[in-house]
């Protein structure tokens, strides 16, 4: 079990708050492991306290998706600072099922939860009562909340190994059923496969609706969800995934050739992206950027008689990164402002022109210029290259993350570069300046695994 999780545990014991793991038991230290969620039942007496709990041991708690909010489930996520790893907490204040979207469903039986409550043989754990735990799973198959079959089957042999029949029957029977009725749900556990049929009458006593017009909401929630996705798709304004609540945050990786900027970036998305709102923008030149100039400067032909009408496509294309930059980092900040994270494999700079994020014209094209109007035409472009790079650094990210390495890493890594190439981006990297952002350096010459762990750390250090 992870670090967090066991300390979590821990200071639930200590705090003396009523909780327990109320469901997939069988599998419930996944959830500790950060391999899934970890589904608790706290005390509603208990909620402040919890709450508190969990601030202090630095949980964050984000908005969950409008289409799936319920006023007896919270989220929360937690982080492992030694092996990088983010728990999901999902905290309930009554064990209510149903539709994914809605939970139209409550379990009525509840203090007799917390009574019947057992310790984990493995951890501290507190668990659900086998023979309550089955009740309750008959009860979800029977609403068709849970419709995996190999899943069901799966938590029901778990749970008819752990079941005795007098305590089922006076488990049962404090939860409001009669013998007979508590004598009938205890014979399904000997049927061949879980069946709900012959015992639905019973099943009824055990849970409740909690909301009028179920289907009308559900419906209402999955069009919600529906639009949501695909305006998310184009739009930074549309969100799908839960997102911080007082606002998000930009965060840029710089470094230089062979730093492993791509990699971390989509290391660290694709950790972030499981449980919250994270994008991804893309402010380079590369294989993810298009323009029209770049593909007619592809088909023209190199001859002498093109060259002033490839000179303005080059120029217009340079104009161009500059612009998308600076579209692409209002999208950013409107994005982060929402509650969304935006990361960058690199960031636009103006300290230091013709390398680097810079602007380029001024230093690579304006040279190249053989007379007096082109030189005129390229000084203009260079101007308004500038001009934009200026709006664009007045955008600063929150935190930026300096992957540095040595000249001689970076030239092993990237042999085709030339060693003065390599050498100049390696101080420029060292020198540059975000004088509105937090500002952290990670030497990356280290054991990539460690490298991540370390960033993980940095950006959850933020977050919170």
Not at 110 to 136: G, H, K, T, W
Not at 282 to 291: D, F, I, T
Request: charged content about 30%; hydrophobic content about 40%.
């Amino acid at each position: 079990m992870l670090p967090v999780s066991e300390n979590l545990l821990n200071e639930l014991e200590n705090a003396g708050i009523r909780y327990l793991h109320w469901k997939g038991n069988c599998h419930y230290i996944d959830g500790f492991n950060g391999k899934g969620d970890i589904d608790l039942l706290v005390h509603q007496d208990d909620r402040e306290q919890m709450r508190a709990l969990l601030s202090v041991l630095r949980f964050i708690n984000p908005n969950t998706q409008s289409y799936m909010q319920n006023d007896n489930i919270e989220d929360w996520l937690g982080f492992d600072k030694k092996y990088g790893v983010m728990v999901h907490l999902h905290l309930y204040y009554e064990i209510v099922f149903g539709s994914h979207f809605l939970n139209e469903y409550t379990f009525l039986p509840y203090e007799q939860c917390f009574a019947a409550a057992v310790n984990a043989e493995e951890s501290a754990c507190r668990l659900q009562n086998p023979c309550i735990e089955y009740a309750l799973l008959l009860c979800r198959v029977a609403v068709g909340s849970v419709k995996d079959k190999k899943k069901i089957e799966g938590n029901r042999q778990y749970l008819i190994h752990r079941i005795e029949e007098e305590p089922f029957l006076q488990i049962m029977q404090q939860c409001g059923l009669t013998e007979e009725e508590a004598q009938e749900l205890f014979e399904t556990t000997q049927d061949e496969k879980c069946q709900t049929d012959d015992v639905f009458y019973i099943l009824k006593k055990l849970y409740k609706k909690n909301t009028a017009f179920a289907k009308l909401k559900i419906l209402r929630r999955k069009a919600v969800y529906a639009v949501l996705k695909r305006r998310s798709a184009d739009s930074v304004g549309f969100f799908t995934k839960k997102r911080l609540k007082n606002g998000g945050c930009m965060i840029a990786f710089v470094g230089q050739d062979g730093a492993g900027k791509t990699r971390v970036t989509s290391d660290i998305a694709g950790w972030m992206r499981k449980k919250l709102e994270v994008r991804r923008f893309y402010l380079g030149s590369g294989e993810n950027y298009y323009s029209i100039q770049r593909d007619l400067l592809k088909v023209l032909p190199k001859a002498k008689a093109f060259k002033p009408l490839r000179g303005i496509l080059a120029l217009s294309d340079q104009l161009h990164i500059a612009k998308r930059c600076v579209k692409q980092l209002k999208r950013a900040q409107i994005y982060a402002v929402g509650g969304g994270i935006a990361l960058f494999d690199r960031y636009p700079q103006t300290q230091f022109p013709g390398i680097s994020d810079g602007p380029k014209i001024r230093e690579n094209l304006l040279p190249k210029a053989d007379n007096k109007l082109i030189k005129a035409i390229t000084l203009r472009y260079a101007k308004r290259e500038e001009k934009a790079l200026k709006k664009a650094v007045r955008i600063q990210p929150d935190l930026v993350i300096k992957l540095m390495l040595t000249t001689e890493e970076s030239l092993r890594r990237k042999p085709r570069e030339k060693a003065e190439n390599v050498q100049k981006k390696h101080e420029i990297v060292k020198q540059l300046a975000f004088p509105k952002s937090r500002v952290v350096v990670v030497d990356v010459m280290k054991d990539y695994g460690k490298e991540i762990v370390e960033i993980k750390n940095i950006i959850w250090k933020k977050l919170h």
